[in-house]
């Protein structure tokens, strides 16, 4: 500063201009004394704290951008943990629910192949009982048949066989008893 | 219990007491009667009934009854006593019943045993075979 102060003096000493404007050198340099001495105060008082607080708040801002940053990061990361956590429980329940399904459709099966092998049971046993009373019914006609037949029989006998015929058949039986 | 199987022991051997050369006879059954009476046994009566079983199981064996239908000549019971007396080698006596109900043929007992050639005996079988 004082240089260039100096530097300045001494052109206007040479060029002499300062003398047609009326300027007087001591003025000159108390007045620049005394802008440094403000300067100086200002600079201390004024704009030191200012630029200090400006850089505190610089700091701040930087700060709070790089936790915001980190936050943003921090958020993603979550975001895409709660999304892949969402995916999990999403293929979970698909996953439970297609074991439900298969559950369900074997249990139907199961049911549906149980009610078949009732239903051929109960069947195969109407047709033995249908066999059964058939063939009873059957014994029992054939039973009355022959029962009517020896019946009718026996009274033909009764009628028709004559003493003749009778002697001729206990002659017969004799020989066949005689021969035992 | 024990009462009865004495008994039934002590009429075994009063029933072999009663025979003579395997036929029961009337003596020795008068014999033992005799003997009851004397000794007056426990159980009489049971024993006394037992007794009759067993002699008459033993007349029944020495019988023919032959049930008939339609006319039997003598002969023919004759025939069959022999058979008879052949068959169980003893003497047996063959004696007719008739019996309409068999339409035809013979039907001769000897004791428990039954020898059948019958008409109605073959319509049985033949209702029993259908």
Do not use: C
Not at chain 1, 1 to 9: D, E, G, I, S
Not at chain 1, 142 to 147: F, L, Q, S, T, V
Not at chain 1, 166 to 176: L, V
Not at chain 2, 15 to 31: D, I, P
């Amino acid at each position: 500063m004082l240089p260039l102060l100096f530097a300045v003096t001494e052109a206007a000493h040479e060029a002499g201009v300062a003398e047609k404007f009326g300027l007087e050198w001591k003025f000159v340099v108390l007045q620049v004394i005394s802008f440094l001495i403000l300067f100086g105060v200002l600079y201390k008082f004024g704009i030191k704290p200012t630029i200090a607080t400006m850089e505190e708040r610089n700091k701040k801002i930087e700060s709070g951008l790089k936790n915001a940053e980190e936050t943003q990061v921090r958020l993603a990361a979550a975001a895409q943990e709660s999304a892949a956590l969402i995916k999990q429980a999403q293929q979970d329940a698909q996953k439970v629910v297609d074991e439900a399904r298969k559950t369900a459709k074997e249990f139907a099966d199961r049911q549906n192949a149980e009610a078949t092998a009732r239903a051929a049971d109960t069947l195969a046993k109407a047709q033995q009982a249908i066999e059964l009373e058939h063939k009873k019914m059957l014994n029992e006609a054939r039973g009355e048949i022959a029962r009517l037949v020896v019946k009718t029989t026996e009274q033909v006998l009764a009628k028709k066989l004559t003493d003749t015929d009778r002697a001729a058949y206990n002659d017969a039986a004799t020989k066949e008893l005689t021969t035992i | 219990m024990a009462g009865d199987k004495k008994t039934k022991q002590l009429a075994k051997q009063l029933f072999k007491l009663s025979l003579v050369n395997g036929q029961v006879s009337a003596e020795q059954v008068a014999g033992v009667l005799g003997y009851i009476e004397k000794s007056a046994p426990r159980h009489p009566l049971a024993l006394l009934k037992l007794y009759h079983r067993a002699i008459a199981t033993e007349f029944a064996k020495s019988r023919a009854i032959v049930e008939h239908a339609g006319p039997i000549s003598d002969s023919t019971l004759k025939l069959i006593e022999g058979a008879m007396t052949k068959k169980y080698a003893r003497p047996v006596t063959a004696s007719a019943q008739p019996n309409p109900k068999l339409f035809a043929g013979l039907r001769v007992r000897v004791g428990s045993d039954l020898y059948e050639s019958t008409v109605s005996g073959q319509l049985a079988n033949l209702s029993n075979a259908v």
